[in-house]
């Protein structure tokens, strides 16, 4: 979710499609299932929010911008991990 267009073009579409979903509010990341994390432009709560599509629910998740980073920076390293020992052959042990 770097590209402007796409992200501008996406939260336009959820203003329209989600109930509940505030005028200032913003998509700023997703899961790959279908969900999104979501900010307030204006702050009108702190951190940053879940839309569960499933539930069509949005929901606290984060306390702050920089926690959700941190979380996303997390996987992010634990993913490329993962693959860097699954390319082992031998789930990362030697020997």
């Not at 005028?23 to 951190?47: E, H, L, T």
């Not at 996303?72 to 390293?77: G, P, Y």
């Amino acid at each position: 979710m770097t590209d402007y267009n796409f992200v501008t073009d996406l939260n336009e579409e959820l203003r329209r499609i989600i109930p509940g979903w505030q005028d200032d509010d913003w998509a700023i990341g997703q899961d790959g299932a279908g969900n999104y994390f979501v900010m307030s432009q204006s702050r009108s709560y702190p951190g940053v929010r879940f839309w569960d599509h499933e539930m069509n629910e949005i929901r606290d998740e984060f306390d702050s911008i920089d926690v959700f980073i941190s979380d996303a920076l997390r996987i992010e390293r634990d993913n490329q991990n993962q693959a860097e020992q699954a390319s082992d052959g031998n789930g990362g042990q030697r020997g």
